[in-house]
């Protein structure tokens, strides 16, 4: 088995689209996971949605610290979460837009 010198990360991350219905979620594959949501697999909710723009993100060493902010930020009014989300994506730009442009996916999971 290969082992990476790497750290491993954690990633809460918060999906949206054109009507800002908004999804956070927690994963240790923000790559693999944003495109899931955008093939419309792997969430109901985000499939029902067509949640397809990642919106927010954030990265952590430990999954406990990730989880346990991914439980912080669900537990917000939505105006909050709409707040964290202006403060870093003020155009609510599709952060991943240009993750898979050009290459074959899955790829480095």
Not at 67 to 76: L, S, Y
Request: net charge positive; with cysteine.
């Amino acid at each position: 088995m290969h082992h990476s010198t790497r750290q491993r990360s954690f990633f809460v991350y918060v999906m949206s689209n054109r009507s800002k219905t908004l999804y956070t979620g927690v994963t240790n594959n923000l790559l693999r996971r944003v495109w899931e949501h955008k093939q419309g697999v792997g969430s109901e909710f985000c499939a029902h949605y067509k949640l397809d723009r990642l919106v927010y993100f954030e990265e952590f060493r430990y999954v406990d610290n990730a989880i346990a902010r991914e439980k912080q930020i669900k537990g917000w009014l939505r105006i909050r979460k709409i707040a964290l989300i202006v403060a870093q994506n003020p155009t609510w730009s599709d952060l991943s837009a240009e993750w898979y442009v050009g290459r074959p996916w899955p790829q480095g999971t």
